[in-house]
């Protein structure tokens, strides 16, 4: 039987999704994958230099199709940023729910969860720097270096959430995953609320008004 000759990346990966679902572990080598889907192993690398690299694009799919189906919305572009991180939530579970075996298995299988985490290194990338590009208004510290850690500080406390979400989503047993609406919708919120730079300015305000008054005082 003839090899096949044009295949893209979505070919590789829903190979090696529907391989590590059907067998329960990864393949024993490129070699041995590419045999058994017909197709020879340097089309892999064109594409992935190993399956760990593998692993990690699935995620980043999984966010790059959520991002996709994100900007055909017209009503998204409209949003302030706490309904574009809500909309990102809602549609990237749903991509997360139509395949949530993989995921699973991806997840959970493996107890080191250093492994789990590095298999999330590209979708935390490509996370954070969406967290960095929504506009999400913070208090103005007026100092370049603050400003820095601020931002970092930011995006690292988005994709703590996102990990806790999702710990919550690969153990939630409601029908249709609505505890995890739930806890999306709860969770978005209070983390905007704790951002929000109206009361924290005001709370600023008030101490330089009470810090003037007892210098004019003295």
């Given at each position: 039987m003839a090899k096949k000759k044009n295949l893209t990346q979505t070919d590789i990966i829903s190979f090696y999704m529907d391989y590590v679902l059907t067998h329960d572990k990864k393949p024993n080598s490129v070699y041995a994958f590419a045999k058994?889907?017909?197709?020879?192993?340097?089309?892999?690398?064109?594409?992935?230099?190993?399956?760990?690299?593998?692993?990690?694009?699935?995620?980043?799919?999984?966010?790059?199709?959520?991002i996709s189906v994100l900007h055909k919305s017209e009503d998204y572009h409209s949003f302030e940023a706490r309904n574009k991180l809500l909309s990102f939530y809602f549609t990237f579970f749903e991509v997360l729910t139509a395949n949530r075996s993989y995921v699973i298995h991806a997840l959970k299988s493996d107890k080191n969860k250093l492994k789990s985490l590095?298999?999330?290194?590209?979708?935390?990338?490509?996370?954070?720097?969406?967290?960095?590009?929504?506009?999400?208004?913070?208090?103005?510290?007026?100092?370049?270096?603050?400003?820095?850690?601020?931002?970092?500080?930011?995006?690292?406390?988005?994709?703590?959430?996102?990990?806790?979400?999702?710990?919550?989503?690969?153990?939630?047993?409601?029908?249709?995953?609505?505890?995890?609406?739930?806890?999306?919708?709860?969770?978005?919120?209070?983390?905007?609320?704790?951002?929000?730079?109206?009361?924290?300015?005001?709370?600023?305000?008030?101490g330089k008004f009470l810090y003037k008054e007892k210098i004019h005082s003295n």
């Open positions: 058994d889907n017909n197709f020879e192993e340097q089309k892999f690398y064109e594409f992935f230099n190993s399956f760990e690299l593998l692993e990690q694009s699935i995620f980043k799919v999984f966010f790059d199709n959520t590095k298999t999330l290194s590209l979708l935390r990338k490509n996370f954070t720097d969406y967290i960095g590009h929504l506009g999400i208004k913070t208090i103005d510290l007026k100092q370049e270096k603050l400003e820095d850690l601020k931002h970092k500080a930011l995006k690292e406390s988005a994709w703590l959430q996102l990990l806790i979400t999702m710990k919550f989503w690969l153990d939630d047993t409601s029908a249709s995953f609505e505890k995890t609406d739930v806890f999306i919708e709860k969770s978005v919120q209070a983390s905007f609320d704790v951002i929000d730079t109206t009361p924290l300015k005001s709370l600023i305000d008030f």
